[in-house]
């Protein structure tokens, strides 16, 4: 079947799915937002983030690598820069026996199974919705930062506030075209 906005569609199903297995611990549900475009921010931390790469030949998805790393018992040792200043683990937020791998991984399967549905039913907009509600940018001023292997040769390309996130997740930003 066709997919919506392919190219971007893959990285909204695994981060949303990854956003929706997280609710499923009690004490975090709704807690959990996407930083765009791929981390999982809780309370300012960073708990993780999501990576995918798609392959295609025309118009027909060849295959689809989706990639999720979450911090679940212990928080990781990082390099602390502007763009992520802070690192935890889901098990600070809730209690130790909640955060559990195994728990996670089959409610994150579940999910992502029946976002694929979604998907494949061509209601991409239903999880794009999802990605926009839950973003930690939108109506937040943000600085856009051109791409670089080091963090610090990084140049500033625009700043503003996010009026709203594009069908293929770029930023609008106020004042900007």
């Known amino acids: ?3 919506n906005n392919y190219g971007t569609s ?3 199903l695994t981060a949303v799915s990854m956003l929706q297995a997280i609710d499923k611990i ?4 709704s807690h959990c937002t996407i930083k765009w475009v791929n981390d999982l921010i809780i309370d300012s931390a960073k ?3 999501v990576l995918t790469q798609v392959h295609s030949q025309g118009n027909m998805v060849t295959s689809a690598i989706l990639g999720v790393g979450v911090n679940i018992k212990s928080t990781p040792d990082i390099i602390r820069d502007p763009f992520v200043p802070k690192a935890a683990a889901l098990c600070e937020f809730s209690k130790a026996n909640a955060c559990c791998q195994e728990t996670l991984f089959k409610e ?3 999910i992502l ?9 061509g209601e991409y ?3 794009l919705n999802i990605y926009r509600k839950r973003s930690s940018v939108l109506g937040k001023e943000v600085i856009i930062y051109t791409d670089e292997p080091n963090p610090q040769d990084s140049k500033e390309i625009a700043r503003g506030v ?3 996130i594009g069908e293929n997740l770029e930023l609008y930003l106020e004042g900007h075209d």
């Open 125 to 127: 907009s239903k999880l």
């Open 108 to 110: 994150f399967i579940t």
């Open 162 to 164: 996010v009026k709203s």
């Open 47 to 49: 708990v993780g983030g």
């Open 10 to 12: 893959w990285l909204v």
């Open 26 to 29: 009690q004490e975090l549900q």
């Open 1 to 3: 079947k066709e997919v």
């Open 113 to 121: 199974d029946c976002n694929y549905h979604i998907l494949l039913n």
